[in-house]
């Protein structure tokens, strides 16, 4: 990940855990909804540093590589 990836992705753990301690969240549905507030809060500062330098701020390094495929035990 780039550094830009690794300080968005903290502003938006960062932003999850305060909404969901002012909140009060308790369970999945309401960390959940936590979750996509502080997800929107990092998205829009993403999407507010692209237009502004006028280059994309995700690169192509943040991807996992695929999974090996585990080989079937035939159980008879």
């Known amino acids: 990940m780039s550094e830009a990836e690794l300080i968005f992705t903290a502003l938006a753990e960062l932003s ?12 999945v549905t ?11 809060i990092a998205k829009d500062a993403r999407l507010a540093l692209k237009q502004k330098a006028g280059k994309k701020v995700i690169t192509g390094e943040s991807f996992l590589p695929l999974a090996k495929q585990n080989k079937k035990i035939n159980r008879k």
């Not at 959940?32 to 507030?37: I, L, Q, R």
């Open 30 to 40: 309401q960390n959940a909804v936590a979750g996509k507030k502080g997800g929107k």
């Open 16 to 27: 999850t855990r305060q909404i969901a301690e002012t909140d009060k969240a308790k369970g």
